[in-house]
């Protein structure tokens, strides 16, 4: 079956330090990657996307990199604050439009 | 802008009892998703909607669950009649289909406690 996965499901930072989050998937028909962001009590939110045919995308604080080579992304977050805790997850596209999420990780910021 | 609205955003009620949760969609948006979460399966797709029209209900759990769209704006789920197994958070979701790459925004679920 398919499955997506993530290689810590707890990661600790300092604040103010980078966050790499990673994510492997096994669906190599997965064509478009979003990664969301969920805050206790919250739904999942938006944070970043990035399509098949590209390797990588930032935004603001976030950089997403794809490497369809070996099916596996990573979310990188720059100075990573109080506000940034929270579970992480990815979310491959299946052709068809469904989104495959995996069990999350959860970025624990320490001040 | 508004996003996604869910009602109520705590329930809960006695098993047996019928369930009825509630979803806006962002204003255009034409897409609509439901989904549970819960510690042991995490964030499971239970069904959705291309134009008020079903697409995929591979994930509702059995016959007990239905959804529908009674018009573009707005879905309901219902859960009848509820089990303790169905406690939950219920997503609902939105996005705007037919054009490439547009994500699902969230609204912020229903906690769902069956006694």
């Known amino acids: 079956g398919e499955s997506v996965g993530l290689h810590l499901p707890t990661l600790s930072v300092q604040e103010g330090d980078n966050s790499i989050i990673n994510c492997a998937y096994s669906?190599?028909?997965?064509?478009?990657f979003i990664w969301y962001k969920q805050e206790s009590g919250k739904g999942p939110q938006f944070i970043i996307d990035i399509r098949s045919n590209m390797d990588k995308r930032q935004g603001q604080r976030v950089t997403v990199l794809l490497n369809k080579t070996v099916k596996h992304l990573s979310l990188q977050i720059a100075a990573t604050q109080p506000g940034d805790s929270a579970v992480y997850f990815c979310?491959?596209?299946?052709?068809?439009?469904?989104?495959?999420f995996g069990q999350g990780t959860e970025l624990s910021v320490k001040p | 802008d508004a996003g996604v609205i869910q009602s109520p955003r705590h329930e809960v009620t006695e098993m047996g009892q019928e369930v009825t949760l509630r979803c806006k969609l962002i204003?255009?948006?034409?897409?609509l998703f439901w989904y549970r979460q819960t510690m042991m399966r995490g964030l499971e797709l239970l069904i959705y909607?291309?134009?008020?029209?079903?697409?995929?209900d591979s994930g509702m759990p059995e016959d007990r669950f239905s959804a529908k769209m009674p018009n573009a704006s707005f879905s309901t789920l219902k859960i009848q009649p509820s089990e303790p197994r169905d406690s939950a958070v219920y997503f609902c979701a939105s996005s705007l289909a037919g054009r490439d790459n547009q994500p699902q925004h969230f609204g912020d679920g229903t906690r769902l406690s069956i006694l």
């Open positions: 979310a491959p596209r299946r052709p068809g439009g469904k989104l495959i």
């Open positions: 909607f291309n134009n008020n029209v079903p697409i995929d």
């Open positions: 669906n190599s028909a997965s064509d478009y």
């Open positions: 204003s255009g948006h034409n897409s």
